[in-house]
Protein backbone atom coordinates (compact mmCIF):
# COMPACT_ATOMS: atom_id res chain seq x y z
CA UNK A 1 0.00 0.00 0.00
CA UNK A 2 2.68 2.33 1.36
CA UNK A 3 4.24 1.91 -2.49
CA UNK A 4 1.00 2.77 -3.79
CA UNK A 5 0.99 5.78 -2.73
CA UNK A 6 4.17 7.31 -3.62
CA UNK A 7 3.46 5.79 -7.60
CA UNK A 8 0.36 8.08 -7.10
CA UNK A 9 1.83 11.17 -5.73
CA UNK A 10 4.44 11.26 -8.64
CA UNK A 11 1.92 10.66 -11.57
CA UNK A 12 0.47 13.71 -9.89
CA UNK A 13 3.17 15.81 -9.39
CA UNK A 14 3.91 14.97 -13.62
CA UNK A 15 -0.20 15.82 -13.93
CA UNK A 16 1.08 19.45 -12.81
CA UNK A 17 3.96 20.03 -14.08
CA UNK A 18 3.13 19.29 -17.83
CA UNK A 19 0.91 22.72 -17.96
CA UNK A 20 0.67 25.52 -15.87
CA UNK A 21 -2.19 28.39 -16.58
CA UNK A 22 -0.60 32.02 -17.20
CA UNK A 23 0.02 34.59 -14.55
CA UNK A 24 -1.09 37.90 -14.55
CA UNK A 25 1.73 40.86 -14.58
CA UNK A 26 0.23 44.72 -13.67
CA UNK A 27 2.44 47.10 -14.59
CA UNK A 28 2.45 50.85 -12.90
CA UNK A 29 3.75 54.40 -13.97
CA UNK A 30 3.04 57.42 -11.95
CA UNK A 31 4.66 61.04 -11.92
CA UNK A 32 5.02 61.57 -7.92
CA UNK A 33 4.84 65.51 -8.13
CA UNK A 34 8.72 66.30 -6.86
CA UNK A 35 8.70 63.38 -4.22
CA UNK A 36 11.22 64.26 -1.51
CA UNK A 37 12.71 67.01 -4.15
CA UNK A 38 12.13 70.54 -2.45
CA UNK A 39 12.22 73.75 -4.47
CA UNK A 40 11.47 77.63 -3.81
CA UNK A 41 7.93 75.94 -5.02
CA UNK A 42 7.34 72.81 -3.79
CA UNK A 43 8.34 72.70 0.06
CA UNK A 44 8.17 70.35 2.49
CA UNK A 45 4.75 72.50 3.57
CA UNK A 46 3.12 72.79 0.39
CA UNK A 47 4.53 69.23 -0.85
CA UNK A 48 4.51 67.17 2.50
CA UNK A 49 6.97 63.85 2.01
CA UNK A 50 5.96 61.85 4.55
CA UNK A 51 1.83 62.41 4.12
CA UNK A 52 2.98 61.56 0.37
CA UNK A 53 4.57 58.29 1.60
CA UNK A 54 1.29 57.56 3.15
CA UNK A 55 -1.03 58.05 0.20
CA UNK A 56 1.69 56.15 -2.23
CA UNK A 57 1.03 53.48 0.03
CA UNK A 58 -2.78 53.57 0.05
CA UNK A 59 -2.90 54.00 -4.39
CA UNK A 60 -0.50 51.07 -4.63
CA UNK A 61 -2.57 48.37 -2.19
CA UNK A 62 -5.67 49.95 -4.21
CA UNK A 63 -4.08 48.77 -7.71
CA UNK A 64 -1.72 46.23 -6.74
CA UNK A 65 0.59 46.32 -9.60
CA UNK A 66 3.93 43.76 -9.78
CA UNK A 67 6.00 46.91 -11.29
CA UNK A 68 6.38 50.26 -10.29
CA UNK A 69 7.66 52.83 -12.26
CA UNK A 70 7.69 56.54 -10.27
CA UNK A 71 8.87 59.66 -11.95
CA UNK A 72 9.97 62.69 -10.65
CA UNK A 73 12.05 61.50 -7.53
CA UNK A 74 14.94 63.42 -5.65
CA UNK A 75 17.82 61.88 -6.97
CA UNK A 76 20.34 63.94 -4.98
CA UNK A 77 20.76 61.52 -2.57
CA UNK A 78 19.57 57.39 -1.87
CA UNK A 79 17.11 58.88 1.09
CA UNK A 80 13.96 59.24 -1.33
CA UNK A 81 14.61 55.63 -3.42
CA UNK A 82 15.11 53.95 -0.21
CA UNK A 83 11.79 55.80 1.72
CA UNK A 84 9.22 54.75 -0.88
CA UNK A 85 10.55 51.49 -0.62
CA UNK A 86 10.43 50.71 3.05
CA UNK A 87 7.38 53.49 3.91
CA UNK A 88 5.03 53.26 1.15
CA UNK A 89 5.82 49.91 -0.45
CA UNK A 90 6.73 47.17 2.57
CA UNK A 91 4.20 48.24 4.88
CA UNK A 92 1.73 47.06 6.77
CA UNK A 93 2.87 43.37 6.77
CA UNK A 94 4.17 43.38 3.13
CA UNK A 95 7.11 42.31 2.52
CA UNK A 96 7.56 41.52 -1.03
CA UNK A 97 8.57 44.28 -2.58
CA UNK A 98 12.11 45.05 -3.76
CA UNK A 99 14.09 48.15 -5.25
CA UNK A 100 15.94 48.80 -8.72
CA UNK A 101 19.64 50.28 -7.64
CA UNK A 102 19.68 53.92 -8.16
CA UNK A 103 20.88 55.67 -11.75
CA UNK A 104 21.33 58.98 -12.80
CA UNK A 105 22.79 60.65 -15.49
CA UNK A 106 23.38 63.55 -13.34
CA UNK A 107 19.85 65.29 -13.36
CA UNK A 108 18.36 66.08 -9.78
CA UNK A 109 15.69 64.36 -10.51
CA UNK A 110 15.42 60.26 -11.22
CA UNK A 111 13.28 57.34 -11.86
CA UNK A 112 12.96 54.85 -8.95
CA UNK A 113 11.78 51.39 -10.19
CA UNK A 114 10.36 48.62 -7.63
CA UNK A 115 8.89 44.91 -8.36
CA UNK A 116 7.43 42.26 -6.75
CA UNK A 117 10.44 40.02 -6.02
CA UNK A 118 8.17 37.06 -5.67
CA UNK A 119 7.50 37.08 -8.99
CA UNK A 120 10.23 38.43 -10.68
CA UNK A 121 14.39 38.67 -10.37
CA UNK A 122 16.16 41.43 -11.67
CA UNK A 123 19.07 40.26 -14.54
CA UNK A 124 20.48 43.60 -15.43
CA UNK A 125 20.62 47.45 -15.01
CA UNK A 126 21.88 50.16 -16.57
CA UNK A 127 20.76 53.72 -18.06
CA UNK A 128 20.64 55.42 -21.56
CA UNK A 129 22.57 58.94 -20.35
CA UNK A 130 23.19 60.38 -23.63
CA UNK A 131 22.35 61.74 -27.44
CA UNK A 132 23.13 60.71 -30.18
CA UNK A 133 25.79 63.65 -30.06
CA UNK A 134 27.19 62.28 -26.72
CA UNK A 135 25.72 65.36 -25.28
CA UNK A 136 23.67 64.51 -21.33
CA UNK A 137 20.00 63.88 -21.82
CA UNK A 138 17.77 66.07 -19.54
CA UNK A 139 17.44 63.02 -17.81
CA UNK A 140 17.98 59.56 -17.96
CA UNK A 141 16.58 56.53 -19.40
CA UNK A 142 16.39 53.70 -17.13
CA UNK A 143 17.05 50.28 -18.67
CA UNK A 144 16.25 47.23 -16.62
CA UNK A 145 15.80 43.71 -17.72
CA UNK A 146 13.58 41.47 -15.82
CA UNK A 147 12.75 37.51 -15.36
CA UNK A 148 10.02 36.00 -14.58
CA UNK A 149 10.49 33.45 -11.09
CA UNK A 150 8.83 30.52 -12.80
CA UNK A 151 7.83 27.39 -10.33
CA UNK A 152 9.82 25.46 -12.34
CA UNK A 153 13.29 27.10 -13.15
CA UNK A 154 15.49 24.57 -11.32
CA UNK A 155 13.83 21.85 -14.16
CA UNK A 156 13.78 24.32 -17.01
CA UNK A 157 15.63 27.73 -17.00
CA UNK A 158 13.81 28.75 -20.30
CA UNK A 159 11.93 31.33 -19.01
CA UNK A 160 10.69 34.92 -19.57
CA UNK A 161 12.93 37.65 -20.02
CA UNK A 162 11.41 40.96 -20.56
CA UNK A 163 12.79 44.63 -20.59
CA UNK A 164 11.30 47.87 -18.94
CA UNK A 165 12.38 51.36 -20.03
CA UNK A 166 11.51 53.96 -17.35
CA UNK A 167 11.59 57.84 -19.35
CA UNK A 168 10.61 60.71 -17.86
CA UNK A 169 11.47 63.12 -20.95
CA UNK A 170 11.65 67.08 -21.13
CA UNK A 171 8.16 69.20 -20.05
CA UNK A 172 7.82 72.34 -21.96
CA UNK A 173 6.40 73.37 -25.32
CA UNK A 174 9.19 75.78 -26.78
CA UNK A 175 11.22 74.82 -29.66
CA UNK A 176 13.95 73.62 -27.28
CA UNK A 177 11.54 71.42 -24.84
CA UNK A 178 10.89 69.64 -28.25
CA UNK A 179 14.40 69.02 -29.51
CA UNK A 180 15.40 67.87 -26.07
CA UNK A 181 11.98 64.93 -26.28
CA UNK A 182 13.12 63.98 -29.72
CA UNK A 183 16.82 63.43 -28.69
CA UNK A 184 16.04 61.05 -25.75
CA UNK A 185 13.68 59.17 -28.58
CA UNK A 186 16.36 58.62 -30.94
CA UNK A 187 18.52 57.76 -28.04
CA UNK A 188 16.28 55.03 -26.86
CA UNK A 189 15.63 54.08 -30.30
CA UNK A 190 19.59 53.85 -31.02
CA UNK A 191 19.93 51.90 -27.97
CA UNK A 192 17.27 49.02 -29.08
CA UNK A 193 18.75 49.29 -32.51
CA UNK A 194 22.05 48.59 -31.45
CA UNK A 195 22.12 46.25 -28.87
CA UNK A 196 20.56 42.30 -28.12
CA UNK A 197 16.75 43.06 -27.33
CA UNK A 198 13.96 40.81 -25.25
CA UNK A 199 11.79 39.72 -27.22
CA UNK A 200 9.51 41.99 -25.16
CA UNK A 201 10.23 45.53 -23.78
CA UNK A 202 8.24 48.63 -22.44
CA UNK A 203 8.69 51.82 -21.97
CA UNK A 204 7.04 53.70 -18.76
CA UNK A 205 6.59 56.96 -17.57
CA UNK A 206 6.38 60.39 -18.25
CA UNK A 207 6.84 60.79 -21.77
CA UNK A 208 5.17 65.04 -21.40
CA UNK A 209 3.93 65.15 -25.19
CA UNK A 210 0.79 66.81 -25.68
CA UNK A 211 0.29 64.93 -29.23
CA UNK A 212 0.99 61.62 -30.83
CA UNK A 213 2.09 63.56 -33.92
CA UNK A 214 5.09 65.46 -31.86
CA UNK A 215 8.32 64.39 -33.72
CA UNK A 216 9.80 62.30 -30.76
CA UNK A 217 6.19 60.04 -30.33
CA UNK A 218 7.04 59.66 -34.12
CA UNK A 219 10.33 58.30 -33.62
CA UNK A 220 8.91 55.83 -30.90
CA UNK A 221 6.41 54.77 -33.35
CA UNK A 222 7.53 54.85 -36.76
CA UNK A 223 11.64 54.36 -36.63
CA UNK A 224 13.45 53.12 -39.54
CA UNK A 225 14.08 49.87 -38.42
CA UNK A 226 10.05 48.46 -38.33
CA UNK A 227 11.06 45.68 -36.02
CA UNK A 228 11.66 47.55 -32.82
CA UNK A 229 9.08 50.24 -32.89
CA UNK A 230 6.80 50.99 -30.10
CA UNK A 231 3.26 50.54 -30.34
CA UNK A 232 0.39 51.96 -28.16
CA UNK A 233 -1.51 49.30 -26.43
CA UNK A 234 -5.02 50.52 -27.55
CA UNK A 235 -3.82 52.69 -30.13
CA UNK A 236 -5.18 55.82 -28.64
CA UNK A 237 -3.27 58.47 -31.15
CA UNK A 238 -3.94 62.46 -31.93
CA UNK A 239 -3.74 65.42 -30.21
CA UNK A 240 -4.43 64.47 -26.86
CA UNK A 241 -3.98 68.24 -25.30
CA UNK A 242 -7.40 69.41 -24.28
CA UNK A 243 -8.99 67.73 -26.30
CA UNK A 244 -12.59 66.07 -24.53
CA UNK A 245 -12.70 63.26 -27.55
CA UNK A 246 -9.82 61.81 -25.34
CA UNK A 247 -10.85 62.60 -22.12
CA UNK A 248 -11.18 59.11 -20.64
CA UNK A 249 -7.01 59.01 -20.83
CA UNK A 250 -5.94 62.48 -19.53
CA UNK A 251 -3.47 61.85 -16.74
CA UNK A 252 -2.86 65.81 -15.80
CA UNK A 253 -4.22 67.27 -13.86
CA UNK A 254 -5.50 66.01 -10.74
CA UNK A 255 -5.89 69.76 -9.64
CA UNK A 256 -8.16 72.78 -11.28
CA UNK A 257 -7.85 75.70 -9.33
CA UNK A 258 -6.29 74.57 -5.92
CA UNK A 259 -2.26 74.22 -6.82
CA UNK A 260 -1.08 74.44 -3.62
CA UNK A 261 0.73 77.87 -4.26
CA UNK A 262 2.13 76.57 -7.81
CA UNK A 263 3.74 73.17 -6.85
CA UNK A 264 0.92 71.54 -8.63
CA UNK A 265 -0.21 71.90 -12.45
CA UNK A 266 -3.73 73.17 -12.38
CA UNK A 267 -6.59 73.16 -14.76
CA UNK A 268 -7.65 70.33 -14.23
CA UNK A 269 -7.18 66.89 -16.31
CA UNK A 270 -7.03 67.79 -19.68
CA UNK A 271 -3.31 66.08 -20.66
CA UNK A 272 -2.12 62.89 -21.91
CA UNK A 273 1.43 62.79 -20.48
CA UNK A 274 2.06 59.79 -18.69
CA UNK A 275 2.16 56.41 -21.28
CA UNK A 276 3.07 52.48 -21.57
CA UNK A 277 3.82 51.96 -24.94
CA UNK A 278 5.03 47.80 -25.69
CA UNK A 279 6.69 46.62 -28.53
CA UNK A 280 4.77 44.62 -31.18
CA UNK A 281 5.51 41.70 -29.58
CA UNK A 282 3.51 41.27 -26.39
CA UNK A 283 0.44 42.24 -29.09
CA UNK A 284 0.19 38.82 -30.49
CA UNK A 285 -1.32 36.08 -29.51
CA UNK A 286 2.20 33.53 -29.85
CA UNK A 287 3.92 35.65 -27.02
CA UNK A 288 5.23 34.35 -23.83
CA UNK A 289 3.55 37.68 -22.04
CA UNK A 290 0.86 39.07 -23.63
CA UNK A 291 -0.85 42.43 -23.35
CA UNK A 292 -4.25 42.03 -21.96
CA UNK A 293 -6.43 44.29 -24.18
CA UNK A 294 -8.44 46.70 -22.42
CA UNK A 295 -6.29 47.31 -19.28
CA UNK A 296 -4.50 50.34 -19.73
CA UNK A 297 -5.68 53.00 -18.49
CA UNK A 298 -5.24 56.16 -15.92
CA UNK A 299 -6.77 55.27 -12.33
CA UNK A 300 -8.95 57.67 -10.91
CA UNK A 301 -10.17 58.89 -14.61
CA UNK A 302 -13.60 57.89 -14.81
CA UNK A 303 -13.70 59.98 -18.51
CA UNK A 304 -16.28 62.54 -16.99
CA UNK A 305 -13.38 65.11 -15.49
CA UNK A 306 -12.18 66.63 -18.59
CA UNK A 307 -10.93 70.35 -17.29
CA UNK A 308 -12.26 69.22 -13.67
CA UNK A 309 -10.48 68.58 -11.04
CA UNK A 310 -10.10 64.61 -9.90
CA UNK A 311 -12.52 64.75 -6.95
CA UNK A 312 -14.63 67.79 -8.38
CA UNK A 313 -18.52 66.08 -7.82
CA UNK A 314 -18.52 62.80 -8.27
CA UNK A 315 -16.10 60.24 -9.44
CA UNK A 316 -16.69 56.76 -8.34
CA UNK A 317 -14.08 55.22 -10.05
CA UNK A 318 -11.67 54.42 -7.18
CA UNK A 319 -12.52 53.90 -3.84
CA UNK A 320 -12.94 57.22 -1.51
CA UNK A 321 -9.48 57.19 0.26
CA UNK A 322 -7.70 56.12 -2.92
CA UNK A 323 -9.56 59.04 -4.76
CA UNK A 324 -8.16 61.34 -1.77
CA UNK A 325 -4.74 60.13 -2.00
CA UNK A 326 -5.03 60.40 -5.79
CA UNK A 327 -5.49 63.93 -5.29
CA UNK A 328 -3.53 64.84 -2.36
CA UNK A 329 -0.32 62.81 -3.65
CA UNK A 330 0.12 64.32 -7.46
CA UNK A 331 -0.95 66.58 -10.23
CA UNK A 332 -0.51 62.96 -12.72
CA UNK A 333 -2.65 60.18 -12.13
CA UNK A 334 -0.90 56.69 -12.39
CA UNK A 335 -1.00 54.24 -15.50
CA UNK A 336 -1.42 50.79 -15.35
CA UNK A 337 -1.20 47.84 -18.05
CA UNK A 338 -2.12 44.43 -17.31
CA UNK A 339 -0.32 41.11 -18.85
CA UNK A 340 -0.61 37.53 -19.05
CA UNK A 341 2.68 35.77 -18.67
CA UNK A 342 2.81 32.06 -20.15
CA UNK A 343 4.56 29.61 -17.52
CA UNK A 344 6.71 27.31 -17.86
CA UNK A 345 5.26 23.44 -18.70
CA UNK A 346 7.82 20.64 -18.20
CA UNK A 347 7.75 17.38 -20.92
CA UNK A 348 8.63 13.43 -19.63
CA UNK A 349 12.04 14.53 -21.65
CA UNK A 350 12.80 16.63 -18.60
CA UNK A 351 11.40 14.49 -15.67
CA UNK A 352 12.73 11.12 -16.39
CA UNK A 353 16.10 11.77 -14.64
CA UNK A 354 14.08 12.84 -11.52
CA UNK A 355 13.60 10.51 -8.10
CA UNK A 356 11.55 11.18 -5.30
CA UNK A 357 12.82 10.31 -1.68
CA UNK A 358 11.07 9.47 1.06
CA UNK A 359 11.97 7.08 4.29
CA UNK A 360 9.77 4.30 5.06
CA UNK A 361 8.35 3.37 8.47
CA UNK A 362 11.60 1.26 9.18
CA UNK A 363 14.32 4.53 8.47
CA UNK A 364 15.24 2.67 5.23
CA UNK A 365 15.84 5.72 2.58
CA UNK A 366 13.16 4.93 -0.61
CA UNK A 367 14.20 6.50 -4.34
CA UNK A 368 11.27 6.31 -6.82
CA UNK A 369 11.81 6.97 -10.55
CA UNK A 370 9.67 7.37 -13.48
CA UNK A 371 11.58 5.30 -16.18
CA UNK A 372 13.98 2.47 -15.81
CA UNK A 373 15.65 1.95 -18.66
CA UNK A 374 18.78 1.17 -17.58
CA UNK A 375 20.86 0.15 -14.33
CA UNK A 376 22.04 2.98 -12.31
CA UNK A 377 24.26 2.89 -9.19
CA UNK A 378 23.50 4.27 -6.15
CA UNK A 379 26.02 5.44 -3.19
CA UNK A 380 25.82 6.88 0.42
CA UNK A 381 28.45 9.38 0.99
CA UNK A 382 29.59 10.40 4.76
CA UNK A 383 30.17 13.85 5.77
CA UNK A 384 34.09 13.27 5.48
CA UNK A 385 33.74 12.04 1.66
CA UNK A 386 33.53 8.36 2.34
CA UNK A 387 31.28 5.97 0.15
CA UNK A 388 29.85 3.74 2.98
CA UNK A 389 28.08 1.63 1.04
CA UNK A 390 27.20 1.18 -2.62
CA UNK A 391 24.47 -0.83 -4.77
CA UNK A 392 22.88 -1.43 -7.93
CA UNK A 393 19.17 -0.11 -8.83
CA UNK A 394 18.87 -2.31 -11.74
CA UNK A 395 17.11 -1.79 -14.93
CA UNK A 396 13.30 -2.81 -14.87
CA UNK A 397 13.08 -1.35 -11.18
CA UNK A 398 11.47 1.67 -10.51
CA UNK A 399 12.33 1.51 -6.66
CA UNK A 400 14.92 1.40 -4.62
CA UNK A 401 15.15 1.15 -0.55
CA UNK A 402 18.58 1.22 1.11
CA UNK A 403 19.95 -1.99 2.54
CA UNK A 404 20.60 -0.57 5.99
CA UNK A 405 19.18 2.51 8.30
CA UNK A 406 21.76 5.21 8.56
CA UNK A 407 22.19 8.08 10.84
CA UNK A 408 23.68 11.39 10.78
CA UNK A 409 24.60 13.60 7.60
CA UNK A 410 24.88 11.56 4.65
CA UNK A 411 24.58 12.24 0.88
CA UNK A 412 22.62 9.81 -1.87
CA UNK A 413 24.63 9.49 -5.04
CA UNK A 414 22.91 8.35 -8.37
CA UNK A 415 24.79 7.76 -11.71
CA UNK A 416 23.50 6.15 -14.51
CA UNK A 417 25.60 3.45 -16.59
CA UNK A 418 27.72 6.12 -18.44
CA UNK A 419 29.07 6.76 -14.62
CA UNK A 420 27.25 10.65 -15.08
CA UNK A 421 25.77 11.96 -11.84
CA UNK A 422 22.28 12.41 -11.93
CA UNK A 423 20.82 12.84 -8.35
CA UNK A 424 22.49 14.01 -5.03
CA UNK A 425 20.72 14.83 -2.18
CA UNK A 426 21.37 14.63 1.47
CA UNK A 427 19.35 12.97 4.01
Known amino acids: MHYVKV ?3 LILSISELAAQSPVSL ?3 TYNLTYFRAFTSFCTSSNNPPGAKEGWLSTVVAHTQPDILVCNEVDGSNATAHGRILNFSLNTNGTSRWAATDLYTNGSSLINAVYYD ?3 LGLKSQSIISNDLQN ?3 VRGIDVIRFYYKDSLLAWNPD ?14 NTPGD ?6 AC ?5 HLASNPRDDVYLLAGDLNMNKSQESGFQQLLNYSNAGIRFKDPENVLGNWNNNGTFAAWHTQSTRDGQTNDGCFSGGGLDDRLDHILVNSTPLTAASRMRYLPGSLHPVGNDGLHFNSALNSGTNNSVPATVLTALYELSDHLPVVADFEVDRLGIGLEEFRDHVQRATDLDGHVILQRIEAHEDW ?11 VARSNWPEGELRWRSESVYSGWMILRIADASGRTKFASPR
Not at 159 to 172: C, R, S
Not at 178 to 183: D, I, N, S
Not at 186 to 190: F, G, P, V, W
Not at 377 to 387: H, I, L, Q, S
Request: no cysteine; aromatic share 10%.
Open 7 to 9: IFV
Open 26 to 28: RVM
Open 377 to 387: TVEVVDAAGRV
Open 117 to 119: QTK
Open 159 to 172: TLFFTVFAAHFKAG
Open 178 to 183: LTERQK
Open 135 to 137: TTL
Open 186 to 190: EALMN
